[in-house]
């Protein structure tokens, strides 16, 4: 994985566009993952960083910009969601694919609380460190490294348990 | 046993390398575009919006924003066509100075030593507005950065003097997202201005004063393909310092990325101490528990909950029915040092409201007011801590955007959301206690 850290401080226009570009897919996959619906997550995205795009002179550097940016993606996903979820009043959402993943493995983080598998997806595909994913997720930077744990030893146990 | 935890994510979202990032499509949501096509300068026009013109009136009716954009497009257009034909006249007839001169004085005019420093000067795009008249004057954001190539980085940020951050940090190299930042007018214009790849493309006036327009481009690496652009940079004459610089790509100016340079020069090396910010901690901020208040009945409720008489626009304002009241209960910080506060807020709204989790009530979309209140300045309410100092009572500042307002009044922090800045206006200027007899 490309270690790809950022301590930009000042959320230029410029700023905010590079790290929009340099990780769409990373912040669309971390989206889908939340909302379970590819359009959804794009919007999500979107929604994120033109609320970021408002907000830049409010940023204060209490993060980092990039911490900052995946925390809008965050919570646009899940309010994407929450919308959604409204809305199509719990209508099944089928993820369409040309190449669908393996049920197995797809269910294997499926089946983990949000909580577990957001951790995963800021540990692994943001690349945050525990610092950052506790920002992201308003959490201490201890609960980060239990939830990783538990997430690991549940997929673990997971993967065992498969015949 | 080991497992592979990223190919078990990957397999539970898909890689969807069709779907490109659409960069526009963001400014356009966050509102940008719209605004650009007000405040945007051409190379040789002049630039609307002067000091002073921001003190309009948000009383005034006139005025729907479609309506005021439409106005603005067309005085834009015909200032435009008037400054072009000004700068061909000028450019066509000035006796000046040759541009490989133009590039070595404009070099010499900001000097050679090391550490670049360069005062900018946005317009937030934010106003305050005065509630007893509606007059509104803008607010500014300062941004200095002392610059030295592969080693230091110092950012300074205040808003209308007051300090929103202080960060130095060593550069060890520069990543994708500083790239074009530093690329720009903080180190690329100084070497495009050495090598000679700087061009003069034009000369005009901009802000009433006589400027000498120069340009060099770079290009930036994304994983989806490269992104070449231009930076713009306006010369004050007779001097050739930097102005005014923005970014243009394929011909076409890229909205936001107009700056104004209050100042720029070169220093000595050993002229400033760098030295390193040590990390500031985040803010953290949630919400727990809420509690559904019966207007007017509960009044007296709301009013110990909050410690002061809450304030209000009756039952209906601007035919917007009061939908709910409710009671949040908030925290800020970490476990240790938490801090809990207490908030008020009222829904006016076209619709029903919704619950949206932990049985808060959404009060969003559109034909939809919102009025937050709470004694402190509290952040779950979207307020803009650095800039409260600045916010006197009487006084509203709207953000960006024109959908917010924040105004400090009967003791009181109140947010409140609208669809535009005059609808925020008239109902800052109609807040009222509540009766609680």
Same mark, same amino acid.
């Given at each position: ?47 994120? @960083? ?6 830049? @002179?409010? @940023? ?60 995963? @997806? ?42 | ?40 300068p051409s190379?040789s026009g002049t630039?609307r ?26 005085t834009l257009v015909a200032a435009g066509a008037a400054a072009v034909a ?352």
């Amino acid at each position: 994985m490309t270690s790809c850290p950022n301590d930009v401080t000042v959320a230029t226009l410029t700023a905010i566009e590079g790290s929009y570009r340099s990780r769409y897919h990373q912040f669309l996959r971390v989206a889908e993952a939340l909302c379970q619906d590819a359009e959804l997550a794009r919007d999500a995205v979107q929604e994120a @960083f033109a609320s970021a795009i408002r907000s830049r @002179f409010s @940023f204060r550097g209490e993060s980092r910009l990039d911490t900052w940016l995946w925390a809008a993606v965050v919570n646009s996903a899940r309010s994407q969601r929450e919308a959604s979820r409204i809305d199509r009043d719990a209508e099944t959402v089928v993820v369409a694919s040309a190449d669908p993943p393996s049920p197995t493995d797809h269910a294997l983080i499926a089946s983990l609380p949000e909580r577990q598998k957001l951790v995963l @997806f800021l540990r692994y595909y943001a690349d945050l460190d525990y610092r950052s994913i506790a920002t992201v997720l308003e959490i201490s930077p201890g609960t980060v490294g239990a939830t990783l744990n538990q997430a690991h030893a549940a997929l673990r146990r997971s993967v065992q348990e498969v015949p | 046993m080991e497992i592979d935890t990223r190919a078990l994510l990957d397999a539970y979202t898909q890689l969807r390398p069709e779907v490109a990032p659409d960069w526009d499509d963001a400014l356009r949501r966050a509102g940008l575009r719209r605004v650009e096509l007000v405040k945007a300068p051409s190379p040789s026009g002049t630039l609307r919006n002067e000091p002073g013109s921001g003190q309009r009136s948000l009383r005034a009716p006139a005025a729907t924003p479609r309506r005021r954009l439409r106005a603005g497009q067309v005085t834009l257009v015909a200032a435009g066509a008037a400054a072009v034909a000004l700068a061909i006249a000028m450019f066509a007839s000035s006796p000046s100075l040759s541009d490989a001169a133009v590039l070595t004085q404009a070099l010499s005019s900001i000097g050679r030593e090391p550490v670049v420093h360069v005062v900018f000067r946005d317009d937030t795009h934010e106003v305050f507005v005065d509630l007893k008249t509606g007059r509104t004057r803008p607010l500014y954001f300062i941004h200095e950065q002392w610059y030295e190539r592969g080693r230091w980085l110092r950012d300074l940020s205040t808003i209308n003097g007051q300090t929103v951050e202080s960060i130095t940090r060593r550069l060890r190299h520069a990543r994708n997202e500083e790239t074009a930042t530093l690329a720009g007018i903080l180190d690329g214009y100084r070497t495009a201005l050495a090598n000679g790849s700087a061009k003069v493309v034009g000369r005009g006036v901009l802000r009433g004063r006589s400027v000498t327009w120069i340009a060099f481009s770079g290009v930036q690496r994304f994983p989806h393909g490269d992104l070449h652009w231009e930076q713009h940079v306006a010369l004050a004459n007779p001097t050739l310092r930097p102005l005014y610089v923005r970014q243009t790509r394929g011909g076409r100016d890229v909205a936001g990325t107009g700056q104004w340079i209050t100042r720029i020069e070169t220093l000595p090396r050993r002229s400033l101490t760098f030295a390193q910010s040590p990390p500031v901690g985040a803010q953290v901020i949630g919400a727990f528990g809420v509690r559904q208040f019966a207007l007017p009945a509960d009044a007296k409720q709301m009013t110990r909950a909050l410690g002061a008489p809450i304030l209000w626009l009756g039952h209906t304002f601007s035919g917007l029915p009061l939908r709910f009241a409710q009671q949040q209960r908030l925290f800020s910080g970490r476990a240790a040092s938490r801090r809990h506060f207490t908030g008020i807020e009222l829904c006016y709204s076209a619709r029903p409201p919704r619950i949206v989790g932990n049985g808060l009530l959404d009060c969003t979309g559109e034909h939809t007011l919102v009025i937050q209140e709470a004694r402190e300045p509290l952040a779950w309410y979207r307020w803009p801590s650095p800039r409260f100092a600045d916010l006197r009572p009487g006084t509203m500042l709207i953000g960006w955007g024109g959908t917010n307002g924040f105004a400090f009044t009967k003791g009181l922090h109140v947010h409140l959301g609208a669809a535009g800045p005059a609808e925020l206006t008239r109902a800052a200027m109609a807040l009222s206690p509540i009766s609680t007899k």
